[in-house]
């Protein structure tokens, strides 16, 4: 008989075949696994940047509708298997506006409302109190919303949220601050309609191109006028892109925010910088917080002091005094060391832990002219050549690692001279760190010298980055409608 061959060449070609098979399909369903979502994920970006770049025109021509060059202008959107809707009722207004307060922090109430105030709605039990000045304006918003993606117009600016909450600002709105002037032309969308699927949707904008005033506007309220006199005016942005908003005013070179997450709402807050300059002297005036960053913040703080009646400026105890939180700085003037002279003396207060009492007395005194009700004199608290003398064994406002001090970092431990500009920029300093202070003159238990109708207050500082003068605020109503 024949014996067959054995031969394993037939086997290593099939084998050789599996092994190739196997790695092809394993390649296919990683590419199906990883690589298809990939490009899906991709498409929807495409797709999302296309209706980013239709809201950007959208917001442009918007724009035109909203200054008058024009009644109406229409945009076409890509819908793209999306969602297309126009948020123009009083549902969608609670979801999208805008709130301005003004208050004055030496109000009774501001002290409880103060811990409270980055809160949404947290000046709702404040409205009729005096200091508190409220009004607001909706806006609403037109958005495209593909899955967990949405793009919108909204306040004249246009943004996009992304599926992990957070957004970002597409198109600026129209909110506009240099450090002294906010402009705030609010675009209100009126409307309620959409439209879904993949075909394309024209979005019209018209108006009547009457904006509605807000601010100043005396006739409503005699307290909202220019320039402004509160201390402070506080933005309140309830909105969807609320993060968004945020991140915008703190791109802004002279304004911060901060947001109330829960919420939805961005909170932005401005110093108001009182009047200055010099004018007829009050018996309160007020100083806005001052440049921190500045080493002198303090140009020109002068009062020229006329007698009231026939006994002079002969106080023995005139003060000038002003209270920021656990903070009191008090200047006193007093006929001590002979006729036509004025003494000066500072006391410096912090109840806060680890302050204290800081104690300065006048080496030399300002000079009285004139005699009986024609008495005069200048006080020139940035005086450079008249001193004070420390009085106290330790200080502990001057070193400037602490909560409650700042530079320069010395050491007074009593009997130190210096100059009343130097007394006067430090403190000024560390009592407006919060804000806006009023100082108030008086002589406590005894009448008045001063006759503030012929006496005057000259002015003039660095007032904090982001303090505000002027404010201007204007609602203009948009129909918006799909076709």
């Given at each position: 008989m024949k014996e067959f061959l054995v031969s394993e060449k037939a086997v290593s070609a099939l084998m050789g075949m599996i092994v190739i098979l196997a790695l092809t399909i394993t390649s296919i369903s990683v590419i199906f696994l990883y690589g298809?979502?990939?490009?899906?994920?991709?498409?929807?970006?495409?797709?999302?940047?296309?209706?980013?770049?239709?809201?950007?025109?959208?917001?442009?021509?918007?724009?035109?509708?909203?200054?008058?060059?024009?009644?109406?202008?229409?945009?076409?959107?890509?819908?793209?298997?999306?969602?297309?809707q126009v948020n123009g009722d009083n549902a969608s207004y609670n979801e999208s506006q805008i709130v301005i307060i003004s208050v004055d922090m030496d109000a009774s109430w501001y002290s409880s409302f103060k811990n409270n105030r980055y809160r949404w709605r947290s000046w709702n039990s404040y409205t009729n109190e005096t200091g508190m000045n409220e009004f607001n304006s909706s806006m609403g918003s037109i958005v495209?919303?593909?899955?967990?993606?949405?793009?919108?117009?909204?306040?004249?600016?246009?943004?996009?949220?992304?599926?992990?909450?957070?957004?970002?600002?597409?198109?600026?709105?129209?909110?506009?601050?240099?450090?002294?002037?906010?402009?705030?032309?609010?675009?209100?969308?009126?409307?309620?309609?959409?439209?879904?699927?993949?075909?394309?949707?024209?979005?019209?904008?018209?108006?009547?191109n009457m904006p509605v005033v807000l601010y100043p506007d005396p006739a409503t309220d005699s307290r909202r006028t220019n320039p402004l006199t509160s201390d402070k005016v506080i933005i309140y942005i309830k909105s969807e892109f609320y993060n968004a908003w945020a991140d915008y005013a703190n791109s802004l070179a002279y304004a911060s925010a901060v947001t109330d997450d829960?919420?939805?709402?961005?909170?932005?807050?401005?110093?108001?910088?009182?009047?200055?300059?010099?004018?007829?002297?009050?018996?309160?005036?007020?100083?806005?917080?001052?440049?921190?960053?500045?080493?002198?913040?303090?140009?020109?703080?002068?009062?020229?002091?006329?007698?009231?009646?026939?006994q002079g400026l002969n106080p023995s105890n005139y003060e000038i005094t002003a209270t920021s939180g656990t903070k009191t700085l008090t200047y006193t003037l007093a006929k001590k060391g002979g006729a036509n002279q004025l003494e000066i003396g500072l006391v410096y207060v912090d109840l806060a832990p680890g302050g204290g009492t800081e104690t300065w007395q006048g080496n030399s005194e300002f000079t009285v002219d004139g005699t009986k009700e024609d008495q005069s004199a200048t006080v020139d608290l940035l005086s450079t050549t008249l001193t004070l003398n420390y009085e106290e064994s330790s200080d502990f406002s001057w070193a400037n690692n602490t909560s409650i001090s700042i530079a320069p970092d010395v050491d007074y431990t009593g009997g130190e001279d210096v100059a009343l500009y130097d007394l006067t920029q430090h403190y000024l300093k560390l009592l407006t760190m919060e804000g806006s202070v009023v100082f108030n003159l008086q002589q406590p238990g005894k009448s008045d010298p001063v006759d503030y109708d012929e006496s005057t207050l000259t002015l003039y500082y660095d007032g904090m980055p982001g303090s505000i003068t002027y404010l201007h605020v204007s609602r203009n109503d948009l129909v918006a409608t799909l076709n």
């Open positions: 298809v979502p990939t490009i899906y994920e991709m498409e929807d970006m495409a797709n999302a940047q296309k209706v980013e770049q239709a809201f950007t025109v959208f917001d442009s021509r918007t724009s035109k509708v909203a200054l008058g060059e024009s009644p109406s202008q229409t945009t076409s959107f890509s819908m793209m298997d999306g969602d297309i495209f919303t593909n899955d967990d993606r949405v793009i919108g117009y909204e306040g004249g600016g246009v943004w996009s949220k992304y599926p992990n909450g957070k957004s970002v600002m597409i198109s600026p709105p129209e909110f506009h601050y240099n450090g002294e002037t906010l402009t705030l032309p609010v675009m209100r969308i009126e409307g309620d309609a959409t439209s879904s699927g993949i075909s394309d949707v024209a979005v019209t904008v018209s108006s009547d829960t919420n939805e709402t961005a909170v932005i807050e401005l110093e108001v910088i009182p009047a200055m300059g010099k004018d007829t002297l009050k018996s309160a005036f007020k100083i806005g917080a001052v440049n921190q960053d500045n080493p002198a913040p303090i140009y020109n703080f002068s009062i020229d002091l006329e007698a009231r009646a026939s």
